[in-house]
């Protein structure tokens, strides 16, 4: 992505591909993604 407005930090991929990371790194990132989608599954209304 080469859009100059999106900071590097937010534009939607991790900061290292998930092969690389090591096996904490991988678990951290499991558990921030299941609370994530906990968290929109609870707390997200949608709007029609």
């Known amino acids: 992505m080469n859009n100059p ?3 590097p930090d ?3 991929h991790l ?3 998930l092969k690389d990371m090591t096996p ?3 678990l ?4 921030m993604q299941i ?3 906990h968290f929109i599954k609870n707390n997200v209304k949608r709007i029609k």
């Not at 951290?28 to 558990?31: A, E, N, R, T």
């Open 10 to 12: 937010f534009d939607g």
């Open 24 to 26: 904490k790194e991988k």
């Open 5 to 7: 407005k999106i900071h």
């Open 35 to 37: 609370e994530l989608r």
């Open 15 to 17: 900061e290292k591909p």
């Open 28 to 31: 951290l990132y499991l558990s």
